[in-house]
Nanobody, 115 residues
Framework: QVQLVESGGGLVQPGGSLRLSCAPS????????MAWYRQAPGKQRELVAV???????NYADAVKGRFTASRVNGKNTVYLQMNSLEPEDTAVYYC?????????WGQGTQVTVSS
């Protein structure tokens, strides 16, 4: 059983920054991809960023230039650095890992952008 433990959410003012962390219970290099999703109230879950095993990243258009996904091999952790946050970024953020088509999900962490 794989567990993904997220942390780093909270309340921030517009224009502020937060960094989310996701630590899988197994070496993240075992996964084909690790990704960040988010779900705002009344909306469908949407993909925010993806990190491939080879380190390549892809982003949703809504966050390009503001969010950066990265991994630190020595810490077995994937991060999502979120800058220039907007009220529209308010959502529960989920970490997801994929291995051979099997998905694993974290419990989610709340991010609220409000003045």
């Amino acid at each position: 059983q794989v567990q993904l433990v997220e942390s780093g959410g909270g309340l921030v003012q517009p224009g502020g920054s937060l960094r989310l962390s996701c630590a899988p219970s197994r070496n993240f290099l075992l996964f084909d991809t690790m990704a960040w999703y988010r779900q705002a109230p009344g909306k469908q879950r949407e993909l925010v960023a993806v990190v491939s095993r080879d380190g390549r990243t892809n982003y949703a258009d809504a966050v390009k230039g503001r969010f950066t996904a990265s991994r630190v091999n020595g810490k077995n952790t994937v991060y999502l650095q979120m800058n220039s946050l907007e009220p529209e970024d308010t959502a529960v953020y989920y970490c997801e890992a994929d291995r051979y088509g099997t998905e694993y999900w974290g419990q989610g962490t709340q991010v609220t952008v409000s003045s």
